[in-house]
């Protein structure tokens, strides 16, 4: 007679069979850097909810939303927000789509950088100019976000009728980038724990917020109002103009989601996962940042009042009216802990951008930027971003004005970087040629083209004028803050690229 296997003895089996399959999927994830040419220098710890959660926190659509619904509010008022929202998620969702064709055939950190220099290798200064923009922006990017922490803290502070002053706000958003730099420095595995949180937390919050407005604002809008009602405080009279201004919230909320592909040395079976995060994080903040924008549009009490508002942040003057003063600040801590979260993970992006560059000879002190401590972090890359980002900060205590343009700046950079794989895509369709598990087929150059118009208009709307007449108070400076960066990334091409930027250095 056969004894039946002991509970302990088949779970023991169960454990071995899928230490065995995790094995073979790194094994695999290895073998495709390898053919890359990269040796595999991370230990491979996150899994898709890692990835995926790496570009919700990177998008961050509740903290995204919060920041820039004035700039919808303002320029089309509720209906350019509501429609703006589909019409915008739905063309990032196809940059999101060839995002992942390229990502799934090239599952390595360095993201838009890697994929432009591997499709374009006979234009090595296409490359750079890409990777240092990116890098750029996504440290600048970081920097507005914990900015923008501390604003709601202050907002916070706010309530309880005490005003801080730029220096206190200022001091605070050092703080938050030292903390940022802290946890990135930690490694992959705590990265990996907070983007998974990051998911609950957007869900959980998201939950939070639509309840408390919808349940405590004293007057309900109509239907009507939020899907129809036009504002325009912007002084331009034509209606269309405005709603396309109204557009950048949507564009500037849903930015981040190529974010997973900085991960991807760090994944297991990264050609797949990669891209399904990084499409899966568009889907999901579509369809969350619906549910948390028809709640602001049905418990906005008076848009005047947010416009004319004196708390740090335009949003908390919304939450004030429609909640009261204690939930207000409840909604405004939801927001700040989303806000941070999503920090950390544009740090996380920079470093291994910098780590990408260095290992290409595309960013000096090689050695020391592709140096990984105990925890598995680019330490160097960390706390260059942190560096760069007190001292951009130290540009909000001299003039709002001036910073704003650099955080503007920020958002332009990243769409200017989505523009490089694109164009390759359209007009050298053939580059790619070795694709992953991820692929659009024949729909492939239609999504890239329809991408690539929209960045395009995107890109114009980001410098125009936002208010009319304009003066110098009200002048969009972004365009000069844009200038500026191009001008260092020219002046580093030919200080250090054309040098010893030859295109990608393989390491095996």
Same mark, same amino acid.
């Given at each position: 007679?056969?004894?039946?296997?002991?509970?302990?003895?088949?779970?023991?089996?169960?454990?071995?069979?899928?230490?065995?399959?995790?094995?073979?999927?790194?094994?695999?994830?290895?073998?495709?850097?390898?053919?890359?040419?990269?040796?595999?220098?991370?230990?491979?710890?996150?899994?898709?909810?890692?990835?995926?959660?790496?570009? @919700?926190?990177?998008?961050?659509?509740?903290?995204?939303?919060?920041?820039?619904?004035?700039?919808?509010?303002?320029?089309?008022?509720?209906?350019?927000?509501?429609?703006?929202?589909?019409?915008?998620?739905?063309?990032?969702?196809?940059?999101?789509?060839?995002?992942?064709?390229?990502?799934?055939?090239?599952?390595?950190?360095?993201?838009?950088?890697?994929?432009?220099?591997?499709?374009?290798?006979?234009?090595?200064?296409?490359?750079?100019?890409?990777?240092?923009?990116?890098?750029?922006?996504?440290?600048?990017?970081?920097?507005?976000?914990?900015?923008?922490?501390?604003?709601?803290?202050?907002?916070?502070?706010?309530?309880?009728?005490?005003?801080?002053?730029?220096?206190?706000?200022?001091?605070?958003?050092?703080?938050?980038?030292?903390?940022?730099?802290?946890?990135?420095?930690?490694?992959?595995?705590?990265?990996?724990?907070?983007?998974?949180?990051?998911?609950?937390?957007?869900?959980?919050?998201?939950?939070?917020?639509?309840?408390?407005?919808?349940?405590?604002?004293?007057?309900?809008?109509?239907?009507?109002?939020?899907?129809?009602?036009?504002?325009?405080?912007?002084?331009?009279?034509?209606?269309?103009?405005?709603?396309?201004?109204?557009?950048?919230?949507?564009?500037?909320?849903?930015?981040?989601?190529?974010?997973?592909?900085?991960?991807?040395?760090?994944?297991?079976?990264?050609?797949?996962?990669?891209?399904?995060?990084?499409?899966?994080?568009?889907?999901?903040?579509?369809?969350?940042?619906?549910?948390?924008?028809?709640?602001?549009?049905?418990?906005?009490?008076?848009?005047?009042?947010?416009?004319?508002?004196?708390?740090?942040?335009?949003?908390?003057?919304? @939450?004030?009216?429609?909640?009261?003063?204690?939930?207000?600040?409840?909604?405004?801590?939801?927001?700040?802990?989303?806000?941070?979260?999503?920090?950390?993970?544009?740090?996380?992006?920079?470093?291994?951008?910098?780590?990408?560059?260095?290992?290409?000879?595309?960013?000096?002190?090689?050695?020391?930027?592709?140096?990984?401590?105990?925890?598995?972090?680019?330490?160097?890359?960390?706390?260059?971003?942190?560096?760069?980002?007190?001292?951009?900060?130290?540009?909000?205590?001299?003039?709002?004005?001036?910073?704003?343009?650099?955080?503007?700046?920020?958002?332009?950079?990243?769409?200017?970087?989505?523009?490089?794989?694109?164009?390759?895509?359209?007009?050298?369709?053939?580059?790619?040629?070795?694709?992953?598990?991820?692929?659009?087929?024949?729909?492939?150059?239609?999504?890239?083209?329809?991408?690539?118009?929209?960045?395009?208009?995107?890109?114009?709307?980001?410098?125009?004028?936002?208010?009319?007449?304009?003066?110098?108070?009200?002048?969009?400076?972004?365009?000069?803050?844009?200038?500026?960066?191009?001008?260092?990334?020219?002046?580093?091409?030919?200080?250090?690229?054309?040098?010893?930027?030859?295109?990608?250095?393989?390491?095996?």
């Amino acid at each position: 007679m056969v004894k039946p296997e002991r509970p302990d003895s088949i779970s023991s089996t169960k454990e071995a069979i899928g230490a065995k399959e995790e094995a073979h999927d790194v094994a695999v994830s290895d073998q495709r850097l390898l053919d890359l040419g990269y040796k595999p220098e991370f230990r491979r710890e996150m899994s898709l909810f890692g990835v995926l959660g790496i570009s @919700f926190c990177a998008i961050g659509i509740l903290n995204g939303m919060s920041s820039a619904i004035q700039t919808g509010l303002f320029s089309g008022g509720p209906l350019g927000l509501f429609w703006g929202w589909h019409i915008c998620s739905f063309f990032m969702f196809l940059i999101a789509l060839s995002f992942g064709e390229i990502c799934s055939a090239y599952p390595t950190m360095g993201g838009l950088y890697f994929w432009v220099c591997r499709m374009k290798p006979d234009v090595p200064i296409l490359g750079f100019f890409t990777g240092w923009l990116y890098s750029m922006a996504m440290v600048f990017t970081g920097v507005s976000a914990n900015l923008s922490a501390a604003l709601y803290i202050a907002s916070m502070i706010e309530v309880e009728q005490r005003t801080l002053e730029r220096i206190e706000i200022a001091a605070i958003a050092w703080a938050l980038n030292i903390f940022s730099g802290i946890i990135n420095t930690i490694g992959t595995k705590a990265i990996g724990h907070m983007s998974s949180l990051f998911v609950w937390w957007t869900l959980g919050g998201t939950v939070f917020l639509v309840v408390s407005l919808l349940v405590k604002a004293p007057v309900k809008n109509s239907a009507g109002f939020a899907f129809t009602n036009f504002q325009n405080f912007t002084g331009w009279e034509s209606k269309g103009f405005v709603v396309l201004l109204g557009f950048l919230q949507a564009v500037y909320t849903l930015e981040g989601c190529e974010t997973a592909a900085q991960v991807a040395e760090e994944a297991v079976r990264a050609e797949i996962l990669a891209p399904l995060a990084v499409v899966g994080s568009i889907v999901g903040s579509w369809l969350i940042g619906l549910a948390y924008l028809l709640s602001l549009l049905f418990a906005v009490q008076d848009i005047a009042s947010v416009q004319a508002t004196t708390f740090a942040i335009p949003i908390a003057q919304l @939450f004030y009216d429609a909640v009261g003063p204690r939930l207000t600040q409840a909604c405004l801590l939801v927001v700040m802990i989303s806000q941070v979260m999503a920090a950390i993970t544009t740090f996380t992006a920079s470093s291994r951008l910098f780590y990408a560059l260095a290992r290409d000879d595309a960013f000096p002190l090689k050695k020391q930027f592709m140096t990984l401590n105990r925890f598995q972090a680019p330490y160097w890359g960390v706390w260059t971003s942190v560096l760069i980002g007190c001292l951009i900060s130290c540009a909000y205590i001299a003039s709002a004005i001036a910073f704003n343009a650099m955080m503007s700046s920020a958002a332009i950079a990243v769409m200017l970087s989505y523009l490089q794989p694109i164009i390759i895509r359209v007009f050298w369709p053939e580059s790619l040629q070795d694709f992953g598990p991820f692929r659009l087929g024949r729909w492939s150059w239609a999504v890239n083209f329809a991408s690539f118009l929209f960045i395009i208009l995107v890109c114009v709307l980001f410098v125009l004028p936002t208010a009319y007449p304009v003066d110098v108070f009200n002048m969009n400076y972004a365009i000069v803050a844009v200038g500026g960066l191009l001008v260092i990334v020219t002046i580093n091409w030919f200080w250090w690229g054309r040098h010893r930027f030859k295109g990608l250095v393989k390491t095996v």
